[in-house]
């Protein structure tokens, strides 16, 4: 998944302990579904419930993919939790006022952009740290969707069906023995956004321009990049891709209630931690990210099925994240750091502009 | 690698050992609002009440996260349970309550709502919990006077409350409702409600200037009690009434403080009611009615005794 790295200069002779410490993370992933599979022969590696799994991991992946990008700068958005809910307002509020699908989906996407403009402003142009700046405007956008909701759930009859019926659906791809097979629509358009963010992160000038930024800003401005604008366009992705999940959820659920979306910011930003594991230079990456996503699915649907407490699920959640950052930070992957910016930095001028 | 292959092993053989396969029928219990206490006391006795049956019981708690509840559904759908209590508004799980119903699974309600995709729900009656809390503040007050209302409209069963409470106070003429306030949940409903509290104290600086404070459940009752106490205004005999007689609110009840009164809903009998109905459901019973109301009484200082 990061093709730029293996191009790098002299490396070590295979040892077992590196590819422990850069895998480890996924090799814990797939001890975790071998266990699960073990424990739960019957119901876990089954084709509905990784069906099932991808549908329920969806819309936190498009919100974790986009968040990404920012991540790779060096910001954080904080508020794309917030702006899910408001989005998933702003559709039904627009569906309570006879609007079409088609407005309310353009609506929503606009709240987006407009929400990511303002963060960027924040941050890029006036120069509030992201943390600050996000944290404002999540307060600001949970508040407009408690005002404009009035507190209350949007649901029922006001929803059109083609609406509702898209998070719901799937579409079918024939037959594994007695198993109907079939791509959940969530699922689908969470795939499009990771080959989005996949290609502007690893294919375009774009994104090794972001990845300049986050590795060192002011040698990336000597470089002649133009952070400001770039820093800006991270964060109008990372709101479109929260308005893109707040309608999945809207959808998914038939109803839009005002904080409905506030849990996704964490668990988005503890996905692309895990996946930050996966590179060698500790830097967020879309393919690490999407594995991110996965260990908190996986984690949630085996343990769910296990009927482990769910108190303990949080916990054991919550250790596996500290358990793989710790022993990614152990590994001194930093240290590598400043190699792949000096690598990345001399390729710019070749790409020219 | 060796330690955190060690400190994985650990984990993962913790969490298998409090995971273990029965046999005997498992009914799972899910709800977002295992932190409220009313809540609580409906899954404890749900899980002694089905310990008596010889169940197995799977509590699963999503820390108000809706669509984290309608995964774990899909999930448990998956598993062929043998029924699920739900503690939710069931129309904002519906594709979870589709996935169990397609599952061939039943789903029963528990103080959630009614719904097609549930075999039934049971629950107590907001609207005569909340006209007797409210019928309470009207005669307290001879009829008149300015109330204070703590209410939550996203959720159905306390929204009903509220509406009935307003209705009554409006077909009292002298009764005027000074403000209807919706706690922030931020830092729990008990800080919400006492900092809104304090505003309206401070809005209302006049000694007798408000009557009461009706709360749609008891935590912004107590948060509204501290306000007031601590505002030094407890002689003014402002009356406070909540619902659900929480512990805490039997607390405040019982020592004599401006919470007066609240209703207990019978959440043991609730539970013991639907642990009852997934029997005869699983027996072979047709189960009509939609709704199974239990009871619920007013309590006071004189109920709780001394």
Not at chain 2, 174 to 186: E, K, M, N, Q, R
């Amino acid at each position: 998944m990061k093709d730029r790295e293996s191009t790098g200069p002299a490396r070590a002779a295979f040892s077992p302990e590196r590819f422990l410490r850069r895998y480890g993370t996924l090799v814990g992933f797939i001890l975790i579904v071998v266990f699960f599979w073990t424990q739960r022969p019957g119901t876990f590696m089954t084709i509905p419930n990784w069906v099932n799994i991808t549908r329920q991991m969806s819309i936190l992946g498009v919100v974790a993919f986009t968040m990404t990008i920012v991540m790779v700068t060096g910001d954080f958005d904080l508020s794309i939790g917030a702006m899910a809910s408001l989005v998933g307002i702003v559709a039904g509020t627009t569906f309570q006022n006879d609007g079409a699908v088609g407005t309310a989906v353009a609506l929503s996407l606009l709240a987006g952009v407009a929400g990511g403009l303002l963060n960027g402003v924040l941050v890029a142009y006036i120069g509030i740290s992201a943390f600050v700046a996000t944290l404002g405007t999540l307060t600001v956008f949970r508040g407009l969707a408690l005002y404009i909701s009035g507190g209350a759930s949007i649901y029922g009859r006001v929803i059109p069906a083609e609406f509702s019926s898209f998070g719901r659906g799937a579409i079918p791809l024939g037959k594994i023995g007695a198993t109907d097979l079939a791509l959940p629509n969530l699922t689908i358009l969470a795939i499009l956004a990771l080959i989005l963010v996949f290609i502007i992160l690893n294919y375009t000038i774009v994104g090794r321009r972001l990845y300049a930024i986050g590795g060192n800003m002011e040698a990336a401005r000597f470089g002649g990049i133009r952070i400001n604008r770039l820093r800006l366009l991270s964060f109008v992705i990372s709101g479109l891709g929260a308005a893109v999940a707040g309608l999945m959820l809207f959808s998914r659920l038939s109803t839009a209630h005002p904080t409905q979306g506030e849990g996704l910011m964490l668990q988005a930003i503890a996905a692309v931690f895990l996946g930050m594991t996966l590179s060698e230079e500790s830097q967020p990456n879309v393919g690490g990210t999407l594995i991110g996503v996965l260990i908190l699915g996986v984690l949630a649907n085996g343990l769910t099925q296990m009927q482990i407490d769910t108190y303990i699920q949080q916990i054991s959640t919550g250790a596996i994240i500290i358990l793989a950052v710790t022993l990614s930070s152990l590994s001194g992957q930093q240290r590598h750091y400043g190699r792949w910016l000096r690598r990345l930095l001399r390729r710019l001028p070749r790409e020219g502009d | 690698m060796r330690k955190f292959s060690l400190l994985l092993v650990i984990l993962l053989l913790t969490v298998a050992g409090v995971g273990f396969a029965q046999d005997a029928p498992t009914v799972a219990v899910m709800t977002p609002f295992l932190a409220q206490p009313g809540t609580q006391i409906m899954v404890e006795n749900f899980e002694a009440a089905a310990m008596e049956k010889g169940w197995s019981v799977n509590v699963i708690d999503t820390n108000e996260d809706i669509a984290a509840l309608v995964s774990r559904m899909e999930d448990v759908a998956l598993q062929g349970l043998d029924a699920i209590i739900i503690n939710v508004d069931p129309t904002q799980v519906e594709p979870g309550l589709h996935a169990a119903v397609d599952a061939g699974i039943p789903v029963f309600g528990l103080d959630s709502g009614a719904h097609p995709l549930l075999v039934t729900n049971v629950t107590s009656n907001g609207y005569t919990m909340a006209a007797e809390t409210a019928t309470y503040v009207v005669d307290r007050l001879s009829g008149a006077g300015n109330v204070i209302m703590f209410i939550f409209e996203p959720y159905p069963p306390v929204q009903k409350r509220g509406a009935i409470a307003r209705a009554i106070f409006e077909n009292t003429p002298d009764i005027t409702i000074a403000d209807a306030i919706t706690p922030s949940f931020d830092n729990g409903p008990l800080e919400g409600a006492r900092n809104a509290m304090e505003a309206v104290l401070l809005a209302h600086p006049d000694a007798g200037s408000i009557q009461a404070v009706w709360a749609a459940w008891d935590d912004p009752a107590l948060g509204a009690l501290q306000a007031i106490e601590d505002a030094g205004r407890v002689d003014e005999g402002i009356v406070i009434v909540g619902i659900d007689a929480t512990e805490q609110a039997r607390d405040a009840i019982a020592r004599g403080s401006n919470f007066e009164a609240t209703v207990a809903q019978d959440f043991a009998g609730m539970a013991q009611k639907v642990a009852d109905l997934v029997e005869s459901h699983l027996g072979g019973a047709n189960i009509t009615q939609v709704n199974h109301y239990v009871p619920a009484n007013l309590v006071t200082q004189a109920d709780l005794g001394e």
